[in-house]
């Protein structure tokens, strides 16, 4: 069947109603249709209307009736009474003739419709991110959520080839978000090959545990960048496998954190020539469109084609017309081939344009650039970006230097950072955090594993309001049972951290479980041979999967789950009798004031203040021979026994992380021999020495007494059981006081 070529006419909004053969009653999605209005209002109406003209009114003024295209339609006149558009705005319309089944060409419009895949919104999305285009702006022009936006560009992290994957079905969202933890696509790839093909659909958990793992392939974008050579000569180690192709493929760096070291070294070194230029740079190993929203940005001024670019073009577009409208039946391959030509030529000649684009001088003195490793493992200069403290609308720094404020991009609003917070109050670190998390959860997990009553009720809680409660809950355990690992990325490859986490070797030493039934191949044969083991061997099996399930926290942290400190509470570990701090992994690594802080409140504020002036260094030393099981040469009883019975920040269930630090004048807290005692109470004295009540009685006896020459009798402050007076007369005290 011949169709009449379609004519096309523009004709004025106001003109237009709605037909009655228009096939879509339901009202539409209020989101969709904000989306609409707002893709109209910044790129016009995209695909034509279809309508059917109407014979003229007494007025003689014709009217068309809109037989598809109702939403669109809707949008516009929304958009008229908003004021965006002018009540006569042009609209593109195709015109059906009588002849033509209207209320047919209106459901086919609306049935044979498809709407756009989640893989081809994020290349969309970030194209329009890479060419400067903000996400607010991004959201504004096509009616959605800047939420939605920003997930569409985390997604963008990802491999072209795993967005293909995606739009093929071979993948699931969950999977392909999974692979964003790392923006490397050599990595992404490797771990894509190994799980493709397996028996059943890769999973989002499986993918983000095989990206964290600790090797790391030759292949990805920081090993090439970094190289095996200068690794070696670090002192890293490879491993090979002998049997892959002899290429990077099947080799792989066993030291993520030397390997990141060295590349951050590397690109230091770029930043610090990139600052003969710049007003500031940076290096960053893994800068992904997260680390660049918080800047401000300057475009450079576009690059101009040359007349003779200019009259190319014009050549070349003018023989590209004419090879569109080239008929069918005079096709041929060699005009295919000229076609594909002609556009990589028009390609290779917007690209010459675009590369001289350049920055003018008063942009280099207002922002900065940030050096990082690119997708294919060469250094990646990302530039003009403006710090939030450089903007011009907040100082005078872009007038002053010349930079015309209207040409820099404000940058997106960062979320607060909790965490960030409750770091900065409890002076912990980052990565100390990550060391002491995961030292007192490994703690946790081993004391855990062998106790069956409250590793259930901790399962059961998050069980229970999993099955019974609607949506997301946040939890204590990664249900789903996956193992949690015992320690941060950066030290899997650090032989001397087991030394620091006893809890490591606590776990090994667990009886063995009884897994014989998982090697059964029928499910049904394996699930009946672990309903048959004893009970107690269930139970123990039950622990132990509980255990090492358990997510890690500290117990200062915000996001801390109070079903985890209940239960650590439960379980009653003595984490000081397991960790002793030492100067390397714990004292040198907070600041000096935290340690004087964590001594005055232990060992007293006579011990830290005769040390206040030590160097850091000696300080932390001094704080490891005092925390020591084996106590220093005049470490007081006591003082020790204050030590021994500390443990970290955020250990002790529910603990705030926050010093609690005795008074200067406060008698349980200070260092014996000098103006108090060794914090401890006298009640608490050891040996023979009176109780406080009877030491009490006998100072008020002393001074009723009169000295012999009539002077002030001197109240006596403080006694020890081992060294007798503390800023007493010897000569008036009672003998059982005198001590040796």
């Known amino acids: 069947m011949k169709h009449p070529e379609p004519t096309i006419r523009s004709i004025p909004l106001s003109r237009l109603e709605l037909a009655p053969e228009n096939v879509r009653k339901t009202p539409a999605d209020p989101a969709a249709f904000a989306e609409l209005k707002a893709s109209i209002a910044a790129h016009d109406l995209l695909e034509n209307l279809i309508v059917r003209v109407e014979h003229p009114g007494g007025n003689g003024i014709e009217r068309c009736a809109v037989v598809a295209g109702g939403r669109r339609l809707a949008a516009m006149k929304a958009l008229a009474e908003e004021g965006t558009l002018d009540a006569d705005h042009p609209v593109p319309c195709r015109v059906i003739g009588a002849e033509e089944n209207a209320g047919e060409l209106s459901l086919a419009e609306n049935v044979v419709r498809v709407a ?3 893989a081809d919104q994020v290349v969309a999305f970030a194209k329009l991110s890479r060419s400067g285009v903000s996400v607010s702006a991004i959201a504004a022009r096509f009616g959605v959520t800047e939420r939605l936006v920003e997930q569409r560009l985390s997604l963008g992290a990802a491999a072209p080839e795993l967005l293909d994957a995606y739009r093929a079905e071979e993948m699931d969202l969950d999977t392909l978000k999974a692979f964003t933890v790392t923006t490397d696509h ?7 090959e190994g799980v493709k093909d397996q028996g059943y659909g890769p999973s989002g958990w499986q993918v983000r545990r095989l990206l964290t793992e600790e090797n790391v392939p030759a292949v990805s974008a920081v090993a090439r960048f970094v190289g095996m050579e200068a690794y070696e000569a670090a002192g890293g180690t490879l491993t090979r496998d002998l049997f892959a192709e002899e290429d990077a493929r099947g080799i792989w760096f066993d030291d993520p954190a030397l390997l990141n070291e060295l590349a951050a070294e590397k690109l230091r070194a770029a930043a610090d020539e990139l600052k003969k230029r710049w007003k500031w740079a940076a290096a960053v190993v893994a800068a992904d469109w997260r680390a660049i929203a918080g800047f401000g940005r300057i475009s450079p001024e576009p690059g101009a084609p040359t007349d003779e670019e200019k009259a190319e073009r014009e050549r070349l577009w003018a023989r590209h017309d004419e090879l569109v409208n080239t008929d069918e039946d005079e096709w041929t391959d060699e005009l295919g081939q000229e076609a594909e030509a002609l556009e990589a030529r028009l390609r290779s000649i917007d690209e010459a344009v675009s590369a001289r684009a350049a920055f003018r001088p008063g942009d280099y003195e ?6 990082t490793v690119g997708h294919d493992g060469a250094l990646k200069i990302v530039e003009g970006l403006v710090r939030p403290e450089d903007m011009p609308g907040r100082t005078n720094a872009g007038e002053a230097n010349g930079a015309d404020p209207g040409r820099v991009d404000a940058p997106l609003a960062a979320p607060p950072d909790p965490r960030a917070k409750v770091r900065k109050e409890t002076g912990i670190g980052i990565g100390l955090a990550d060391d002491l998390r995961a030292v007192r959860t490994t703690l946790v997990k081993a004391h855990l594993s062998g106790d069956f009553e ?3 009720d901790l399962a059961l809680f998050q069980l229970a309001r999993a099955v019974f409660f609607e949506g997301y809950r946040a939890s204590a355990l990664d249900i789903a049972f996956k193992e949690t690992a015992d320690r941060p990325t950066s030290r899997m490859s650090d032989e001397d951290f087991a030394g620091w986490s006893p809890g490591e070797a606590m776990l ?7 897994l014989d039934w998982m090697e059964n191949e029928d499910e049904g044969e394996s699930f009946a041979a672990m309903r048959a083991l004893p009970e107690a061997e269930k139970k123990a099996l039950y622990a132990a999967a509980v255990a090492r399930s358990l997510k890690g926290q500290l117990a200062f942290e915000p996001d801390a789950r109070p079903e985890f400190e209940a239960t650590v509470a439960r379980l009653d570990i003595d984490f000081a009798k397991h960790v002793r701090p030492s100067a390397d992994m714990f004292w ?3 600041t000096k004031d935290r340690i004087l802080a964590i001594a005055r409140a232990t060992l007293g504020p006579v011990w830290a203040s005769a040390r206040a002036k030590y160097k850091k260094a000696d300080l932390a030393r001094a704080m490891e021979e005092a925390f020591a099981a084996d106590p220093p040469e005049g470490l007081k009883e006591r003082a020790h026994a204050a030590a021994l019975a500390w443990a970290p920040p955020g250990f002790a269930p529910f ?5 609690e ?3 200067e004048d406060d008698p349980s807290s200070g260092e014996p021999g000098q103006d108090v005692n060794d914090g401890e109470t006298p009640d608490a004295a050891a040996g023979d020495a009176p109780a406080r009540g009877e030491l009490a009685r006998a100072v008020d006896a002393m001074n009723a007494v009169p000295t012999a020459d009539g002077s002030p009798r001197v109240i006596v402050q403080g006694f020890d059981s081992a060294d007798g007076l503390v800023n007493g007369e010897a000569g008036d005290i009672p003998e059982f006081l005198r001590g040796d």
């Not at 050599?186 to 894509?192: E, G, L």
């Not at 090994?508 to 009884?514: F, G, K, N, T, Y």
């Not at 603990?655 to 010093?659: I, N, S």
């Open 454 to 456: 409250a590793a259930f």
């Open 186 to 192: 050599a990595r992404q790839m490797a771990v894509w």
């Open 655 to 659: 603990d705030t992380g926050r010093v």
């Open 116 to 118: 756009m895949h989640p």
């Open 508 to 514: 090994a030493e667990r009886p063995v479980l009884s």
């Open 661 to 663: 630090e005795a008074g």
């Open 588 to 590: 040198s690594r907070i």
């Open 366 to 371: 207002l922002a900065g650039c940030i050096a």
